[in-house]
């Protein structure tokens, strides 16, 4: 393993920002390969003298193939130049599995620079820009970027660019069509330029204030023939500055956190009359323009009497170039387990208008649910506004009817020793071997299932992280906490036999215990399966993704070991 250092600007000015990455990787000769590893430990480098550290932090893992070298992790910082000078930054060292690798002293040369100049680019024919639809906003208000490049060469082509990194943001690709995001031409001062989309995303911003959208690095190549590769140019774009206000005040108690427009609540009931123990379907419906993405589970006030199940979460939010919008819902499963007449309190969903500035609320109104009793209700000291109970009153227990209707037989008629006598006697033992013989056929069927399914867990689990990763280089973060919880949960449903019906972290705790399976491993898996409940609901990063795509990999591994069957 060694580790490779990049920056976005070897020279930078006075005033400057830039970026630097470590990246640690495999070398490779051919091949896939992948490493299991308990963590990756970073011992960082200074920068006291010369620079000062805007923003650090982990940003991505990828797979090597073929004769590319394979990423295992990659530490970044960006740095703002204080003085003019040569200066030499300390080695950056990690450490995996208690191997240390360490990388070489970094030289920059910081030239003379105007602190307070804004990045730009000395070639009037080609230049980035950082373009967002709005400049002002709100908390949680839905934002547009555009990060473009505008040339006016012949033979160009981008070689490599460098995305900013930004606190106080959620974000959102916008996917582009097939083809990508078509060039087109634009008049800028009076001049042509061929205009060429790199990406397109929504931000969101998560916190009030002045939140500056770091440059983006382009290294390009122009004058590109069949027989030259071309001069090769880095520029660095624009860094526009939005302004975060606060949501007005006051705040409404039931305020939901959605900042749109056009928002509309529809509450459903499979029915409103049914028996104990019977299925009711709530299904609870919001859709409008705004940060649907971000839309926490309604809270409905069930009586108590109902068992209430978690919500089984579905959205149709579609991402493009107006915006957020769409449709998010939550089916609850309700079960009333005894009989009466209950309400379903009103709900009421509350969200900010960005049209009219004003906080706006949506209701719905309260429901009366009447159950009667079912086959399988289960007897308690309750009582319901509904239903008396009454003691039972047994009548005629010393003197009993007189049977009046007798029949008798001829003796003649006796069936005794006939055929149809021995054939009564002799099928029933038939019938009892025969489904004794099937009930053993059928239970080492299900053994046998159950094994191939215990044995096998481990490669329908990597199959499922496959798939995951998939989705995560496509950055799908949704479908891929989706994929990954499910490769989780239902590795443990066969691993430790535990069917889906009662499949929960207590007892999937409960039996890796039995199994000796150390406390720090289940600790994680359950934290990586809260992870990925938790990531429909708030933001996440690319790089603490890849890290929980990793620590699944470790703890299938780490259980494989512990768990012989």
Same mark, same amino acid.
């Given at each position: 393993?060694?580790?490779?250092?990049?920056?976005?600007?070897?020279?930078?000015?006075?005033?400057?920002?830039?970026?630097?990455?470590?990246?640690?990787?495999?070398?490779?000769?051919?091949?896939?390969?992948?490493?299991?590893?308990?963590?990756?430990?970073?011992?960082?480098?200074?920068?006291? %003298?010369?620079?000062?550290?805007?923003?650090? !932090?982990? %940003?991505?893992?990828?797979?090597?193939?073929?004769?590319?070298?394979?990423?295992?992790?990659?530490?970044?910082?960006?740095?703002?130049?204080?003085?003019?000078?040569?200066? %030499?930054?300390?080695?950056?060292?990690?450490?995996?599995?208690?191997?240390?690798?360490?990388?070489?002293?970094?030289?920059?040369?910081?030239?003379?620079?105007?602190?307070?100049?804004?990045?730009?680019?000395?070639?009037?024919?080609?230049?980035?820009?950082?373009?967002?639809?709005?400049?002002?906003?709100?908390?949680?208000? /839905?934002?547009?970027?555009?990060?473009?490049?505008?040339?006016?060469?012949?033979?160009?082509?981008?070689?490599?660019?460098?995305?900013?990194?930004?606190? !106080?943001?959620?974000?959102?690709?916008?996917?582009?069509?097939?083809?990508? #995001?078509?060039?087109?031409?634009?008049? /800028?001062?009076?001049?042509?330029?061929?205009?060429? =989309?790199?990406?397109?995303?929504?931000?969101?911003?998560?916190?009030?204030?002045?939140?500056?959208?770091?440059?983006?690095?382009?290294?390009?190549?122009?004058?590109?023939?069949?027989?030259?590769?071309?001069?090769?140019?880095?520029?660095?774009?624009?860094?526009?500055?939005?302004?975060?206000?606060?949501?007005?005040?006051?705040?409404?108690?039931?305020?939901?956190?959605?900042? !749109?427009?056009?928002?509309?609540?529809?509450?459903?009931?499979?029915?409103?009359?049914?028996?104990?123990?019977?299925?009711?379907?709530?299904?609870?419906?919001?859709? !409008?323009?705004?940060?649907?993405?971000?839309?926490?589970?309604?809270?409905?006030?069930?009586?108590?009497?109902?068992?209430?199940?978690?919500?089984? /979460?579905?959205?149709?939010?579609?991402?493009?170039?107006?915006?957020?919008?769409?449709?998010?819902?939550?089916?609850?499963?309700?079960?009333?387990?005894?009989?009466?007449?209950?309400?379903?309190?009103?709900?009421?969903?509350?969200?900010?208008?960005?049209?009219?500035?004003?906080?706006?609320?949506?209701?719905?109104?309260?429901?009366?649910?009447? /159950?009667?009793?079912?086959?399988?209700?289960?007897?308690?000291?309750?009582?319901? =506004?509904?239903?008396?109970?009454?003691?039972?009153?047994?009548?005629?227990?010393?003197?009993?009817?007189?049977?009046?209707?007798?029949?008798?037989?001829?003796?003649?008629?006796?069936?005794?020793?006939?055929?149809?006598? #021995?054939?009564?006697?002799?099928?029933?033992?038939?019938?009892?071997?025969?489904?004794?013989?099937?009930?053993?056929?059928?239970?080492?069927?299900?053994?046998?299932?159950?094994?191939?399914?215990?044995?096998?867990?481990?490669?329908?689990?990597?199959?499922?992280?496959?798939?995951?990763?998939?989705?995560?280089?496509?950055?799908?973060?949704?479908?891929?906490?989706?994929?990954?919880?499910?490769?989780?949960?239902?590795?443990?449903?066969?691993?430790?036999?535990?069917?889906?019906?009662?499949?929960?972290?207590?007892?999937?705790?409960?039996?890796?215990?039995?199994?000796?399976?150390?406390?720090?491993?289940?600790?994680?898996?359950?934290?990586?399966?809260?992870?990925? %409940?938790?990531?429909?609901?708030?933001?996440?990063?690319?790089?603490?993704?890849?890290?929980?795509?990793?620590?699944?990999?470790?703890?299938?591994?780490?259980?494989?070991?512990?768990?012989?069957?």
């Amino acid at each position: 393993m060694y580790v490779d250092i990049k920056t976005t600007n070897p020279s930078p000015g006075v005033g400057d920002k830039f970026k630097v990455s470590y990246i640690l990787k495999l070398k490779m000769d051919g091949g896939v390969a992948s490493i299991s590893h308990n963590g990756i430990k970073v011992k960082k480098p200074s920068f006291t %003298e010369g620079f000062v550290v805007t923003q650090e !932090g982990n %940003e991505s893992t990828s797979f090597g193939f073929g004769n590319r070298d394979m990423e295992i992790s990659k530490y970044s910082f960006i740095l703002q130049a204080k003085k003019k000078g040569t200066f %030499e930054i300390s080695p950056l060292t990690f450490t995996m599995n208690g191997d240390e690798t360490t990388s070489g002293v970094f030289t920059i040369n910081v030239g003379t620079g105007n602190p307070n100049a804004k990045i730009q680019t000395s070639d009037p024919n080609l230049f980035a820009r950082i373009e967002v639809n709005k400049r002002n906003s709100y908390k949680g208000e /839905v934002i547009n970027v555009s990060y473009k490049v505008y040339t006016r060469y012949n033979g160009f082509a981008i070689e490599d660019y460098d995305m900013p990194m930004t606190n !106080g943001l959620w974000k959102e690709e916008i996917k582009a069509p097939g083809n990508g #995001w078509p060039q087109t031409t634009q008049t /800028v001062n009076g001049k042509n330029y061929y205009v060429l =989309t790199l990406k397109k995303e929504v931000i969101i911003p998560q916190k009030t204030g002045e939140i500056k959208l770091e440059p983006i690095n382009i290294t390009a190549l122009i004058g590109r023939t069949f027989f030259n590769r071309g001069q090769q140019k880095s520029i660095n774009s624009n860094s526009p500055t939005i302004t975060v206000k606060e949501l007005p005040s006051p705040t409404p108690t039931n305020f939901s956190n959605q900042v !749109g427009s056009n928002y509309k609540l529809n509450v459903t009931y499979s029915t409103k009359n049914l028996k104990t123990n019977d299925p009711l379907d709530v299904k609870v419906s919001i859709e !409008g323009r705004g940060n649907l993405k971000q839309l926490t589970t309604p809270v409905l006030n069930f009586p108590q009497d109902f068992e209430v199940f978690d919500p089984e /979460v579905k959205d149709n939010v579609k991402i493009s170039s107006s915006g957020i919008s769409g449709t998010k819902s939550f089916n609850y499963l309700v079960i009333p387990r005894y009989r009466g007449t209950f309400e379903i309190p009103d709900y009421e969903f509350t969200y900010f208008d960005i049209k009219s500035k004003q906080y706006k609320t949506l209701k719905h109104p309260a429901q009366t649910i009447h /159950v009667e009793k079912g086959e399988n209700e289960i007897e308690t000291t309750n009582t319901t =506004t509904s239903v008396a109970k009454q003691n039972v009153e047994i009548l005629n227990t010393d003197i009993r009817h007189i049977n009046e209707t007798t029949t008798l037989y001829a003796k003649k008629d006796s069936i005794f020793n006939t055929k149809l006598y #021995w054939s009564l006697i002799i099928i029933p033992f038939i019938i009892a071997l025969l489904l004794y013989i099937y009930i053993i056929i059928k239970r080492n069927m299900i053994k046998d299932e159950a094994t191939y399914k215990t044995k096998n867990a481990s490669k329908k689990a990597t199959s499922k992280l496959k798939k995951a990763a998939e989705l995560l280089n496509q950055n799908k973060h949704i479908e891929f906490y989706e994929e990954l919880y499910n490769a989780m949960t239902s590795y443990c449903s066969h691993k430790l036999s535990i069917p889906n019906s009662i499949l929960n972290k207590e007892i999937i705790s409960e039996k890796l215990r039995k199994n000796n399976v150390s406390d720090s491993t289940i600790a994680n898996l359950i934290k990586v399966l809260d992870e990925c %409940e938790m990531a429909r609901f708030s933001p996440v990063t690319q790089a603490g993704a890849e890290q929980t795509l990793s620590d699944s990999n470790i703890i299938i591994n780490q259980i494989e070991k512990d768990v012989k069957k």
